[in-house]
């Protein structure tokens, strides 16, 4: 896939962001001489992440309805509730991509942890259902167990995340 540099962000950063090497991301990107200069607007190609416009697959994070919508071909699928970000740790607005998965992964993420290509954000399960509907996390967007395993199991790694108000 291709990521559009942005305003401040380094390589580093974006191959943090991929959970990728910044080894990676300099072999698939022979094109910069200078790993320490980049520009906004310059696509950098990210390895073994599929091009989110080849999947049919979309998400829509909606911070105020606290929802998560799935679109197949931008027709709606399905609508889960969510819990989103408190006020001092919200959950972030932008565009993003499913980069990695983990089953299981333990302590409050419940049954399954999608990564986004922002680092130390995802969609998860979680081991409190009450806080569903509410902005109790930090940062992150729980779902019910059953409902983040079901989304798992349909959407790959590529496929764009939109998270608005």
């Given at each position: 896939m291709k990521h559009i540099v942005k305003s401040g962000e380094t390589l580093a950063i974006i191959a943090k962001n991929y959970r990728r090497t910044l080894g990676q991301i300099l072999a698939s990107n022979p094109g910069i001489s200078n790993p320490h200069f980049i520009y906004p607007g310059?696509?950098?190609?990210?390895?073994?992440?599929p091009n989110p416009e080849s999947i049919p697959y979309q998400i829509i994070v909606s911070k105020n309805a606290k929802t998560l919508t799935l679109l197949k071909n931008n027709i709606v699928q399905k609508v889960y509730p969510i819990a989103i970000g408190r006020m001092v740790t919200q959950t972030p607005v932008g565009e993003f991509?499913?980069?990695n998965r983990e089953p299981n992964p333990g302590g409050p993420y419940g049954a399954m942890w999608l990564s986004l290509s922002k680092v130390g954000y995802g969609i998860h399960g979680t081991n409190n259902p009450a806080s569903i509907g509410k902005a109790v996390s930090k940062g992150c967007i729980r779902m019910y167990n059953k409902d983040v395993l079901e989304l798992a199991k349909i959407v790959p790694n590529g496929t764009r995340v939109i998270i608005r108000y």
């Open positions: 310059q696509a950098i190609n990210i390895p073994g992440i991509v499913i980069v």
